[in-house]
């Protein structure tokens, strides 16, 4: 939610009103969404769309519905066209389906951005600096990533540059995980990052997650990652 809102301020939104989606406003039916919310509440004028748009329980409501509620109620509404690029419709489906296959270069063309993660750094099992790769674990709150494996990574919020890193996206089956984490360790710096809200923009796929014997075996893998990793940046492999 941080994100979207940063991304609507930046596109000049003056104010995003955020309803909590309970039990209670998942049942409201498509007449009261419109009566209740969007009239009584926030008092709309002008209300644009999707083409595609829907509301109320069940998903009762759509453009048609909102029309007529709008020439009853003394609000206009427009449907926004639907925005392609290179001939593909533009939608979140589209955006979640190349993340999930690895086309980070689609899916940066259908966001407009490269993919990005933000979250707390909170404290770990600390299981990377045990084996010599100490790593920032950021807090998702739930959320499910459509990506999973190692990546490049670029982490903003901590300096006043990107700074190169990598990254693991996923359960940590080689120590039995059961969530889906994210894990970053920095590339040349060592830094307190507890309390940290950092950004972690992907920049490429190294692998696929894996479960390793050992956790030797897992510590080497992890080297070779951090090598694939400063071959991705152009950075020089400290002597």
């Known amino acids: 939610l941080r994100d979207k809102v940063k991304y609507l301020a930046a596109a000049g939104v003056d104010a995003v009103v955020c309803v909590t989606f309970d039990k209670r406003f998942a049942a409201l039916s498509a007449g009261a969404f419109v009566t209740d919310l969007l009239v009584q509440k926030l008092g709309v004028r002008f209300i644009g769309v999707g083409d595609d748009f829907r509301f109320g329980a069940r998903r009762q409501g759509d453009y048609a519905l909102l029309q007529q509620a709008g020439k009853a109620a003394g609000f206009e509404v427009m449907s926004t066209v639907t925005y392609t690029e290179g001939g593909r419709r533009i939608s979140s489906t589209a955006v979640r389906e190349a ?75 080689t120590v039995a995980g059961l969530r889906q984490r994210l894990e970053v360790h920095l590339l040349d710096v060592d830094m307190n990052l507890y309390g940290c809200h950092i950004e972690v923009v992907i920049r490429a796929k190294v692998r696929n997650e894996q479960r390793f014997a050992s956790l030797d075996d897992l510590k080497r893998q992890i080297a070779n990652d951090v090598v694939s990793a400063r071959d991705y940046f152009g950075l020089a492999t400290p002597q």
């Open 99 to 173: 993340l999930a296959q690895d086309r980070l270069v689609e899916a940066e063309m259908l966001l407009g951005h490269p993919y990005r993660l933000s979250g707390r750094v909170v404290h770990g099992d600390a299981l990377g600096r045990t084996i010599g790769f100490p790593t920032a674990n950021v807090s998702l709150k739930g959320r499910q990533a459509p990506i999973n494996g190692v990546y490049a990574v670029e982490v903003y919020g901590i300096a006043d540059r990107p700074l190169p890193g990598v990254a693991n996206i996923g359960t940590r089956p």
